[in-house]
């Protein structure tokens, strides 16, 4: 007969700490985020912590790793109406609590290279993946000029929004349309 030794594992503790890290990340920064106060806001110990992280830099880029987001799957029916799209799920994403300074934490000079180069990544890099593939398929189709310049329109879709949030708190009604609209026009969109 063979015995179990130690306590069961607690199957949440990992999204747990994970989700107390991305809150402090976005809350103090990367700098002032502690290791101890995220293992107790997160019902653990700090042991428990460094068995599965060995340090802040790992655990805060397995955070910020975590925040991924889904592909889009294949071109869409209506470019126009897909970026509008985007630009709506965008603004739900960084309006929710903590994004916006997790931002500012990744642009911070004293934030890890590994965590920067994850979020980027795993945060950035899929977005403007899909906005890239939108107006790709927009100018495959005729709708937009072929020769629009597509890198500067997709850092122009999000990148709005961050100048935005530095020149006043709220944001414009009907943002999203607005901005689809405004970069459609750029590009030469009919």
């Given amino acids: 007969m063979t015995r179990k030794t130690g306590r069961t594992r607690d199957a949440t503790i990992d999204d747990r700490i994970l989700a107390v890290a991305r809150r402090h990340l976005a809350a103090y920064g990367y700098e002032r985020m502690s290791l101890a106060a995220v293992a107790q806001e997160a019902g653990t110990t700090r042991p428990a912590l460094y068995r599965r992280w060995p340090g802040k830099a790992e655990l805060a880029a397995a955070a910020v790793a975590s925040m991924g987001e889904e592909q889009q799957a294949s ?16 603004q739900r994403g960084v309006s929710r609590p903590g994004r916006l300074s997790l931002v500012g934490t990744m642009l911070q000079e004293t934030t890890e290279p ?43 879709c999000t990148g709005s929004w961050y100048g ?27």
Avoid at 75 to 90: I, K, N, S
Avoid at 116 to 129: K, N, T
Avoid at 164 to 187: D, K, S
């Fill in 75 to 90: 071109p869409p029916a209506d470019p126009y109406a897909a970026l509008v799209a985007e630009l709506e799920d965008f």
């Fill in 114 to 156: 590994e965590v920067l180069a994850r979020y980027r990544a795993r945060v950035i890099a899929p977005r403007r993946r899909r906005i890239l593939a939108i107006l790709r398929s927009a100018q495959e189709t005729g709708l937009i000029d072929a020769d629009a310049d597509l890198e500067i329109a997709v850092t122009m």
């Fill in 164 to 190: 935005r949030a530095l020149a006043e708190p709220v944001p414009p009604p009907r943002w999203p349309e607005r901005t689809a609209a405004l970069v459609w026009r750029a590009l030469g969109g009919r």
